[in-house]
C-alpha cells in the first residue's frame, strides 16, 4: 500500500469510529448476539471433541502429515503460527447479521518451559501489566474459588485511533491429562471507556458504544512434549460491522486488528515464560 492509500484508508477509519459514536448501528441487538452465541456453541462442540481424544488436541496435529511436520518445525524454531478459521453449521457459513465474528488460532512453543510454570503464569493476572504492556493497562483477579477465576483488565488497543476497555472475565482451567490442560475463558462484561486519564473518564453504556467489541472468548489447549509446552490459543470476538460506504477502505484495517493482538499475545506470553523462575502452582 502507498503513503497515499494508507492515509485515505486512516482517514477513512477514523471517521467512521468518531461517526459510530453516535450511531443507533452500534448498538448491540439481540439478533446479533444470538447469532454470535450460535457461533460459539457450535465451535465449542468441535472442541469438546478434542478435549475428549475424539480428534487432535491441538489443531496442528489435524493437518496432513508433510504441512504438520513443517508447522511443528515453524514452532520450534520459535514462529508464530496464526491462521483464521471459521465455523460451519451443516456445511453452511453463520451470519452474524449487524455485527462481525472474528475467529483466529495462534499457536506457539515455549522451549524448555513446563506446563506447571505455563498454567502458573497464566493465572498471574495481576502481573498482566507487566507482562503484556501496553495491551494491558491494569489487571485485578476478583475472586477465585477452585480453578475457576473472575477478572478485570482495562484493554488499550491503538489502530488509527485509541480504544480503551474495562473487561471482566469468567475463566476456568481444566486438567485433561498429566501433559495437557484447557483453559476457557469468557467475556461477561465490556465497557468502552471515554476520555481515559482525565477527570472526565467513564463508562459509555455497555453495548452502546463504537462496538470495537462487545464479545471475546478465548480457549487455550496445553500440551507439554518435545521438550517444550505448545500453547494453543483460539480467540473469538464480536464487534459491530462497518458501514457499507466504509467496508472496501476500513474492514482490512479492521479484521487485522484480532490477528495482531493474538500474535501480539503468544509472543509476550512465550517472553513471559522464558524468564519466569520455575514455581509451583495449585493448579
Given at each position: 500500500?502507498?503513503?497515499?492509500?494508507?492515509?485515505?484508508?486512516?482517514?477513512?477509519?477514523?471517521?467512521?469510529?468518531a461517526?459510530?459514536?453516535?450511531?443507533?448501528?452500534?448498538?448491540?441487538?439481540?439478533?446479533?448476539?444470538?447469532?454470535?452465541?450460535?457461533?460459539?456453541?457450535?465451535?465449542?462442540?468441535?472442541?469438546?471433541?478434542?478435549?475428549?481424544?475424539?480428534?487432535?488436541?491441538?489443531?496442528?496435529?489435524?493437518?496432513p502429515?508433510?504441512?504438520?511436520?513443517a508447522?511443528?518445525?515453524?514452532?520450534?524454531?520459535?514462529?508464530?503460527?496464526?491462521?483464521?478459521?471459521?465455523?460451519?453449521?451443516?456445511?453452511?457459513?453463520?451470519?452474524?447479521?449487524?455485527?462481525?465474528?472474528?475467529?483466529?488460532?495462534?499457536?506457539?512453543f515455549?522451549?524448555?518451559?513446563?506446563?506447571?510454570?505455563?498454567?502458573?503464569?497464566?493465572?498471574?493476572?495481576?502481573?498482566?501489566?507487566?507482562?503484556?504492556?501496553?495491551?494491558?493497562?491494569?489487571?485485578?483477579?476478583?475472586?477465585?474459588?477452585?480453578?475457576?477465576?473472575?477478572?478485570?483488565?482495562?484493554?488499550?488497543?491503538?489502530?488509527?485511533?485509541?480504544?480503551?476497555?474495562?473487561?471482566?472475565?469468567?475463566?476456568?482451567?481444566?486438567?485433561?491429562?498429566?501433559?495437557?490442560?484447557?483453559?476457557?475463558?469468557?467475556?461477561?462484561?465490556?465497557?468502552?471507556?471515554?476520555?481515559?486519564?482525565?477527570?472526565?473518564?467513564?463508562?459509555?453504556?455497555v453495548?452502546?458504544?463504537?462496538?470495537?467489541?462487545?464479545?471475546?472468548?478465548?480457549?487455550?489447549?496445553?500440551?507439554?512434549?518435545?521438550?517444550?509446552?505448545?500453547?494453543?490459543?483460539?480467540?473469538?470476538?464480536?464487534?459491530?460491522?462497518i458501514?457499507?460506504?466504509?467496508?472496501?477502505?476500513?474492514?482490512?484495517?479492521?479484521?487485522?486488528?484480532?490477528?495482531?493482538?493474538?500474535?501480539?499475545?503468544?509472543?509476550a506470553?512465550?517472553a513471559?515464560?522464558?524468564?519466569?523462575?520455575v514455581?509451583?502452582?495449585?493448579?
Amino acid at each position: 500500500m502507498t503513503k497515499a492509500a494508507a492515509t485515505v484508508v486512516a482517514g477513512c477509519a477514523a471517521l467512521w469510529v468518531a461517526a459510530a459514536d453516535g450511531l443507533s448501528a452500534a448498538e448491540l441487538g439481540v439478533r446479533t448476539l444470538e447469532a454470535f452465541e450460535r457461533y460459539v456453541r457450535i465451535t465449542e462442540i468441535r472442541m469438546e471433541r478434542q478435549i475428549g481424544g475424539k480428534s487432535p488436541f491441538l489443531l496442528v496435529d489435524s493437518l496432513p502429515e508433510s504441512q504438520r511436520v513443517a508447522v511443528l518445525a515453524r514452532l520450534r524454531a520459535g514462529d508464530v503460527v496464526v491462521d483464521r478459521l471459521e465455523t460451519h453449521d451443516a456445511g453452511r457459513a453463520i451470519d452474524v447479521s449487524a455485527g462481525m465474528c472474528h475467529h483466529w488460532s495462534g499457536t506457539v512453543f515455549a522451549a524448555g518451559v513446563p506446563l506447571e510454570r505455563t498454567v502458573y503464569a497464566m493465572q498471574a493476572y495481576d502481573r498482566y501489566p507487566q507482562m503484556y504492556r501496553p495491551a494491558v493497562r491494569r489487571a485485578k483477579t476478583l475472586s477465585r474459588t477452585g480453578d475457576r477465576f473472575n477478572v478485570s483488565m482495562q484493554l488499550f488497543t491503538k489502530k488509527v485511533v485509541s480504544v480503551v476497555l474495562n473487561v471482566e472475565y469468567d475463566i476456568r482451567y481444566v486438567r485433561i491429562a498429566p501433559t495437557r490442560a484447557f483453559v476457557r475463558s469468557s467475556s461477561t462484561r465490556i465497557a468502552e471507556v471515554q476520555d481515559p486519564d482525565t477527570p472526565n473518564e467513564r463508562e459509555k453504556p455497555v453495548g452502546q458504544d463504537t462496538g470495537f467489541l462487545w464479545r471475546f472468548n478465548n480457549y487455550c489447549s496445553l500440551e507439554e512434549r518435545d521438550g517444550g509446552t505448545y500453547i494453543q490459543c483460539e480467540s473469538l470476538s464480536l464487534t459491530r460491522d462497518i458501514p457499507s460506504g466504509f467496508a472496501w477502505l476500513v474492514k482490512p484495517l479492521v479484521t487485522s486488528i484480532p490477528k495482531e493482538s493474538l500474535e501480539f499475545t503468544l509472543t509476550a506470553m512465550r517472553a513471559a515464560l522464558v524468564r519466569t523462575e520455575v514455581r509451583s502452582s495449585q493448579f
